[in-house]
Nanobody
Framework: QVKFVESGGGLVQPGGSLTLSCTTS????????IGWFRQAPGKEHEGVSCISSDGTATLSSDFVQGRSTISRDNGKNAIFLQMNNLRSEGTAVYYCAVVLMSKWPDLTSRFSSWGQGTQGTVSS
């Protein structure tokens, strides 16, 4: 079972940026496609962006197109999500998960448990 540890959340003003990170303890992610999901207050989880195991392919949901970049450093066993020009609807807990990219952004693309997530809050 892969257990993710997400970090990098915080409070930013509208128009600001956040860079989130996720990794695991004791298990390599190098052979897995990884996705970032978010859960806003009172809403279901939804896919944000995902990246292939070798980092050559990425997919992003329409609501972050042009405002976010997903990347990975397999040498550091880490996946990153940089989000720019954040809006209030970006307030959510952000999670990583192993995914099947062919099913992205459906929640059935997820093949690992939720970690503790990292809270991102966009507010003035």
């Amino acid at each position: 079972q892969v257990k993710f540890v997400e970090s990098g959340g915080g409070l930013v003003q509208p128009g600001g940026s956040l860079t989130l990170s996720c990794t695991t303890s004791g298990r390599s992610l190098n052979h897995y496609a990884i996705g970032w999901f978010r859960q806003a207050p009172g809403k279901e989880h939804e896919g944000v962006s995902c990246i292939s195991s070798d980092g050559t392919a990425t997919l992003s949901s329409d609501f972050v197109q042009g405002r976010s970049t997903i990347s990975r450093d397999n040498g550091k066993n880490a996946i990153f999500l940089q989000m720019n020009n954040l809006r209030s609807e970006g307030t959510a807990v952000y999670y990583c998960a192993v995914v099947l990219m062919s099913k992205w952004p459906d929640l059935t693309s997820r093949f690992s448990s939720w970690g503790q997530g990292t809270q991102g809050t966009v507010s003035s």
